[in-house]
């Protein structure tokens, strides 16, 4: 246990008065020989600044509880910010695509526009008019061209199909049936 610490002389006059006893300093302490010199030291080993203790367990459970309860509110939050992201690049693109049909409208609004498209769409003549259709000419050029590989190729099964079709057909020959009328029908009238 330690003892009360002793009273440390202050400096300075002191009043004749006051009756205490006069305390003198200590003498220094000595120094500790190094333990590379080879003498042994009676003084106690210093204990670490910086121990471990039951307060940096409690701050790295409160840490982690914190990590853990916010974790899943930090993704909510980051992915509520790419879906509003999302949306607001949608309604610009909306907006745009209503100002356009805006312009169109209003060009159907013109007598001249709509009467260019009957012309040009509808082949629509004004009366007295000769319409003149010259044949082989380059064709509209809204329609598709009858003969390109796309439509050829879609209108052939798939490889895959056509084999599996053949071997359906081998297996369940199909048999010309023909649909005669019932003579019976006929002579019981």
Do not use: C
């Amino acid at each position: 246990m330690v003892g009360p610490r002793p009273r440390i002389p202050r400096r300075g006059p002191r009043p004749a008065s006051s009756g205490a006893p006069e305390v003198t300093a200590r003498p220094p302490r000595e120094q500790a020989p190094d333990a590379r010199s080879g003498g042994s030291s009676t003084l106690a080993a210093p204990t670490p600044a910086h121990s471990f203790n039951g307060r940096l367990v409690a701050l790295v459970v409160v840490v982690t509880i914190i990590v853990f309860l916010a974790a899943p509110t930090a993704k909510i939050f980051i992915d509520q910010r790419s879906q509003i992201s999302e949306l607001q690049a949608s309604i610009a693109h909306e907006q745009e695509l209503q100002q356009q049909l805006k312009r169109e409208e209003e060009l159907w609004g013109d007598d001249s526009y709509v009467e260019q498209q009957a012309r040009e769409r509808m082949s629509y003549v004004k009366p007295g008019e000769n319409p003149y259709v010259v044949l082989g000419a380059q064709k509209d050029r809204h329609q598709a061209v009858e003969s390109s590989a796309e439509q050829v190729e879609a209108g052939k099964p798939a490889w895959a199909d056509g084999l599996w079709q053949s071997v359906v057909d081998s297996a369940y020959p199909q048999e010309d049936i023909t649909l005669e009328p019932d003579n019976r029908e006929s002579s019981d009238q």
